[in-house]
T-cell receptor, first 114, second 112 residues
Framework: DADVTQTPRNRITKTGKRIMLECSQT?????MYWYRQDPGLGLRLIYY???????NKGEISDGYSVSRQAQAKFSLSLESAIPNQTALYFC?????????????FGPGTRLLVL | SQKIEQNSEALNIQEGKTATLTCNYT??????LQWYRQDPGRGPVFLLL?????KEKRKERLKVTFDTTLKQSLFHITASQPADSATYLC???????????FGRGTSLIVHP
């Protein structure tokens, strides 16, 4: 089984709808992240969490919210989806660093907002 | 502002040759630098990490160099194979949270 899983893998929604993307991990890592990837723009950090009680905004948090339900689960919500949120979304984890922040990515969720 | 630059043009090489990808950065003092591989529609996969006090790191056919004076890392794949075709991302981490910032990646295409 994959260490980092994301559901759904693909999603089509309409402008204004609320949607949730879910991420689960079995690696036992404390740190979890949400990124989006757009062609030509690379990976951009949306939110991150260093433990269950810790939530931090990343580079592009506007229009998104997150919930860290447990060490293993980190959800990303789009409260009111808009077309420019169409992108590939990745969840990632990393262990508490001993100055080595290697990230482990999920398979991604492809989101299309019409 | 901080910037990470990777060649946006795809690198096309012949099977068996050495592929060399470049990562340049400005306004960073990275503690370490990582390289990831990403296949289409899939998440990036970690390949190698090199620290600021290291000049070179090797793993099988992969070699990474890190020149903090030039603010550049080179990523080499020797004896390249068509299966090495993918996009390669570099990522820099600075002190503090060490959360990596990713470059946009360079696509490598190895022709048989």
């Amino acid at each position: 089984d994959a260490d980092v899983t994301q559901t759904p893998r693909n999603r089509i929604t309409k402008t204004g709808k609320r949607i949730m993307l879910e991420c689960s991990q079995t690696k036992g890592h404390d740190r979890m992240y949400w990124y989006r990837q757009d062609p030509g723009l690379g990976l951009r950090l949306i939110y991150y969490s260093f433990d269950v009680k810790d939530i931090n905004k990343g580079e592009i948090s506007d229009g998104y919210s997150v919930s860290r339900q447990a060490q293993a689960k980190f959800s990303l919500s789009l409260e009111s989806a808009i077309p420019n949120q169409t992108a590939l979304y990745f969840c990632a984890t990393s262990d508490t660093p001993g100055n080595q922040e290697t990230q482990y990515f999920g398979p991604g969720t492809r989101l299309l907002v019409l | 502002s901080q910037k990470i630059e990777q060649n946006s043009e795809a690198l096309n090489i012949q099977e068996g040759k050495t592929a060399t990808l470049t990562c340049n950065y400005t306004n960073y003092s990275p503690a370490y630098l990582q390289w990831y591989r990403q296949d289409p529609g899939r998440g990036p996969v970690f390949l190698l990490l090199i620290r600021e006090n290291e000049k070179e790191k090797r793993k099988e056919r992969l070699k990474v160099t890190f020149d903090t004076t030039l603010k550049q890392s080179l990523f080499h794949i020797t004896a390249s194979q068509p299966a090495d075709s993918a996009t390669y991302l570099c990522a820099l981490s600075s002190g503090g949270s060490y959360i990596p910032t990713f470059g946009r990646g360079t696509s490598l295409i190895v022709h048989p």
